[in-house]
Structure formats: C-alpha cells, structure tokens
C-alpha cells in the first residue's frame, strides 16, 4: 500500500519583522527530491511534495538566513545523496544530518564525513512506526564516535525520561529534535518537559532544538503558547540550544509559515547575545562552519 502524501510547504513565505543577524543558521531543515532524481524509499512512510534544492535556496533568501543544516529525512532512507549533493553546491554554507544503520562501513562514514555530514539521526516514534532497536543503535555510535559525530534523536515526549540514562552514557553529543516534542496544552511544569530540562541541565552533551513550535502548539498559529518552552530552554542552556524551521515541515497539522516562524525568535530568544549564540555561534560549533 502506497504512503500518504503529505502537505506541502506555505509557497510564500513572508519577510520576517525580525532580521537574523549575520551567518544565521536554519539548523533543522530538509529537502525533498524531486523524486525523479532521488527516489524516495519504498519503505517510506510517508511521500513528500518535492521540495528541492531551488525552493531551500528561495525560502532562506526570504527568511533572512545564510546558513543550514540539511536532516535527511526517513522518506529517503539510506540513501544520503540528496544532502551530500547540496553541501556540495552551497560554498561551504551547508552541512548535514544522515541517515545511517550498523550495514554502515567506518570507510562509508568518513565518505559522509568528507561530503560535510557530521551526525545521523534516530527517530523513535510510534507514530512513524520507529521502534527503537538499541543495539543497532549502540552499534551506530561506536562507528561514528571517532569522526567526533553527535547523534539527533527524534522522541515521543514521554519517553524522554526513559532515554535520559541511555543518552548519558554515550561517548558522543546528541541533540534532541523539537524540544522533545512537547506539548503545550499540557503545560511549562509537565513532567515530560521538566525531564528534558533536567537531563540538559546535568549532561553537557545534550543539545535541544528550539523549532516545531507548530507541533507543539495547542492554539494554533502564531503559536505563542509554544514560546515559553523555547525561552525555558535557551535560559537554561544558551550555549546548547538550537534554532531551525523544520521546512518543508513533514507530517504537521497546520502548516506554518516560515516567515512567522523566524518572528517567534525575539520571543524566546529576547536579547542580542542570546540570539547569537542561538542563532550563530552554537551551529557553527556543533556543525564546524
């Protein structure tokens, strides 16, 4: 049975009020195909409207943003090509996420390495149908360790706690996707959320992203019931924290427009320093711009 086809993306993407200072990174986004050049996976879950390479490029030069980092998305599956070939048409303005299991050789790995991937990422939901198999996993991480890679992890928000020691003992960083995927009609004191600012406050490994406000949102857009949990997590690690879009935004509800998401920014990030490092100094360090 085929997979569902998903939304596109808002074709027009509003300026932003709030102009991104320099060297700004979208630190979670992604390309789909077109699928006549990199085929989506026949396993895929879901099937994308292409979003390709020339609609990345306008929605940053409308948004304000200079730099990226590319996620390979599961409707790819293994097969990395579609980020690698970006990082390499961008002069040095991209990077990326890959998609990689334990069939992976250290040699395939340093190839990704050279072609300016420098992470992979674990989804871990039910609703994607991702069990966790954690010996691939822990198998995964003993080959990528010594390329100095992090891993990002893709949760349901209540299984943070149930990771938090397993993400601890790892040798390299990691990044959690989406603040966890909270949600906010439950509240900033929920459980679920307070276990993903205590593991970031003990382990200094641990990244959040501060993106997929749309997810979380019980309101609907601008999404400001959102913004408090953001801000929590740029107080509480400002030089750990994350910021990106999420475009073309896979498997949403209400589909955000981007210019809208870069105005949330200010909100949780309210200062010139702390945009920065959100923004700039914290990408280009986790990513080695």
Not at 57 to 82: K, M
């Amino acid at each position: 049975m085929r997979a569902p086809t998903i939304l596109p993306p808002d074709p027009n993407p509003k300026t932003p009020a709030f102009k991104a200072p320099p060297k700004s990174c979208d630190a979670h986004t992604h390309i789909f195909g077109p699928g006549a050049q990199y085929p989506y996976a026949p396993d895929a879950s879901y099937i994308p409207h292409d979003a390709g390479l020339d609609d990345f490029r306008e929605l940053h030069r409308r948004i304000g943003i200079e730099r990226a980092v590319i996620v390979n998305a599961s409707c790819h599956g293994l097969d990395n090509t579609v980020v690698t070939d970006a990082i390499a048409a961008s002069n040095g303005a991209y990077k990326g996420v890959g998609n990689v299991d334990d069939s992976f050789t250290e040699k395939q790995i340093e190839a990704l390495d050279k072609g300016g991937i420098h992470g992979c990422r674990f989804t871990f939901l039910k609703r994607l149908g991702r069990t966790p198999d954690m010996s691939s996993f822990h198998r995964v991480v003993d080959k990528i360790k010594s390329f100095k890679w992090h891993v990002v992890v893709y949760l349901d928000p209540e299984t943070v706690a149930d990771f938090a020691p397993i993400l601890s003992a790892l040798p390299v960083d990691y990044v959690i996707d989406h603040m966890g995927t909270v949600k906010a009609e439950k509240g900033l004191d929920q459980p679920n959320f307070n276990a993903l600012l205590d593991l970031a406050r003990r382990d200094q490994k641990c990244w959040v992203k501060v993106c997929g406000f749309e997810r979380a949102s019980a309101a609907g857009a601008p999404f400001h019931d959102a913004v408090p949990f953001g801000r929590k997590l740029v107080e509480t690690i400002p030089d750990r924290v994350l910021w990106g879009t999420d475009w073309p935004h896979p498997n949403v509800t209400v589909m955000p427009n981007d210019g809208e998401l870069v105005d949330l920014i200010p909100l949780v990030a309210p200062d010139a320093a702390q945009q920065q490092k959100l923004l700039v100094d914290n990408p280009a360090r986790l990513y080695r711009f």
